[in-house]
């Protein structure tokens, strides 16, 4: 279970991010927006560094930004645990996830809807997890979109094929019942934003998205 920060209370950042670890995550998911590569802007290495310096939980930083080459240092010296980048952005995909995992870093790459799963195809030995987005990147509360499953499910073959250990992400209107869709279908990793964060109960809503 990896709650978003994009749906915290921004105005009080630090005591959200230990609600969150006191209601059950097992990580947090930062979501980098940079107003290019999506249509909103959200915060960059420094937010990422004070989240790493006042408190203990796995930082899952997604990178929706166009050139994640280019920042990818600020990010790794900022304490992130794993950095996700999409195979859509300028760059070089396979350069950069050497990069991240040469600096001790978990690798993740992402897909957003209307690429095709085969896009990622010659990447995946070379990850530590794929995302491939349930919405499309860019806002919160979005619906869950169903058809993006087979992805899932194509991915979950993939790697049980190739003999292959990388985590399965789900991100985008992930709730009890498409919690439950998304870990059917191949998912383990689990992102959720209003469901979490929003919730009347946090530990409440986290437990029943991991049971479901």
Do not use: C
Not at 4 to 17: H, I, P, Q, R
Not at 32 to 51: C, K, L, R, T
Not at 203 to 212: P, Q, S, V
Request: glycine share 8%; no cysteine; net charge negative.
């Amino acid at each position: 279970m990896a709650p978003s920060l994009l749906a915290a209370d921004w105005g009080k950042v630090t005591e959200e991010v230990s609600r969150a670890i006191h209601s059950g995550a097992d990580w947090l998911h930062l979501d980098v927006m940079d107003g290019h590569f999506v249509d909103n802007i959200s915060f960059g290495p420094q937010m990422v560094e004070a989240i790493h310096e006042s408190n203990d939980i796995f930082l899952d930083v997604h990178l929706m930004i166009t050139r994640p080459d280019h920042y990818l240092p600020r990010f790794i010296k900022a304490g992130a645990d794993m950095i996700t980048v999409h195979v859509e952005a300028d760059h070089d995909v396979s350069a950069t996830l050497l990069l991240i995992r040469e600096a001790g870093v978990k690798a993740g790459l992402a897909l957003n809807p209307a690429t095709p799963f085969e896009e990622v195809l010659p990447y995946l030995d070379q990850i530590d997890l794929l995302l491939p987005m349930t919405v499309v990147p860019g806002f919160g509360g979005q619906s869950f979109m169903h058809d993006m499953m087979a992805k899932v499910e194509a991915a979950a073959a993939y790697r049980d094929a190739n003999g292959l250990h990388f985590h399965i992400e789900v991100d985008g209107g992930i709730n009890t019942e498409t919690a439950a869709i998304a870990g059917k279908a191949g998912a383990n990793v689990l992102v959720a934003g209003s469901s979490s964060f929003q919730a009347p109960d946090m530990k409440a809503a986290i437990t029943a998205m991991r049971e479901a």
